[in-house]
Every structure is written in C-alpha cells, then in structure tokens.
C-alpha cells in the first residue's frame, strides 16, 4: 500500500508534495514546520518588510511544530503516541537547542521515539525549526 495523505488542518506545503506518505505500516510525515493553515502567520515569527525574520520564539514555534504534526498524523489515521523516528532542524543549535529539549521532554514524556537533531542554515520559509516524522500506523 503506498498512500498519499493532506492534512485540512496542518499549514499547505511549500512545493509538491504530501503531508505524509503510507508505506505499508509506516508513515513518513513530510517536514512539517509551525506556519499556519491558510496565512502566511508563522507563530513565534516577527519578519521585517522583506519578509526576513527579525526575531523568532522558539517554545512558540516547538509548540506549534508539535501541533501541526499531531494534525497530520490524526488525519492520516496514527497517532503521536505512535512516532517511531524524529529528525530535527534547527537553524540556530547553540541558543535553541536547549529550550528545544526542554519542550521535547514535555510532549514525548510516554513515547520516547529515536532522535537526530541537526544544525542547518536556513529552511524554505523564515523558521528557525522543522520535523520530520515517522510514524506507525494501523
């Protein structure tokens, strides 16, 4: 079985792709980050008249990520109790790191799923994190 899923609750994609993909019983989530569905809001974000980020509150983006990615996973028929696998991207690892782990200890507290957490220079959007997710799914 190899199902594409959109999510009518989690932001629109940036380009052509799905939200999530199932593969047999897995489902890889596309990277999901903290926008909103049907604005170009990004919470947490401050952007100048350019549309660069002057400044950005990462707990306010960690929680909205998180929430976005429960989103997708309910409307793809899993669970956030069923995230095997996260792969996390920070712009800014040295001062986001820590907070970052702090709210990730708070939302995987029972489900404790493999983690890679890499530093990268900039995402397709002015955010400074961004899932990507595998998940079980019945």
């Given amino acids: ?20 993909r199932r593969v047999g019983n897995l489902l890889f989530l596309s990277g999901v980050g ?11 974000v401050e952007l100048n008249d350019a549309g660069e980020m002057v400044s950005y ?14 989103y997708i996973l ?3 028929g899993s669970a956030w109790e069923n995230i095997v696998d996260v792969t996390v991207f ?24 493999c983690r890679t957490t890499v530093e990268i220079t900039s995402l397709p959007t002015p955010i ?9 799914i019945d």
């Fill in 128 to 136: 400074a994190i961004e899932l990507k997710v595998i998940a079980t």
């Fill in 90 to 113: 920070l712009t800014n690892m040295k001062a986001d790191f820590p907070k970052y782990n702090e709210i990730y200890a708070e939302y995987f507290a029972e489900n404790r799923p």
């Fill in 57 to 70: 509150d990462i707990e306010t983006q960690c929680r909205s990520v998180f929430q976005n990615v429960r």
């Fill in 1 to 20: 079985m190899n199902d594409a899923f959109d999510s009518n609750r989690a932001p629109e994609p940036v380009g052509p792709y799905p939200h999530a």
């Fill in 74 to 76: 309910e409307d793809a």
């Fill in 34 to 44: 903290p926008r909103e569905r049907g604005t170009k809001k990004i919470p947490g």
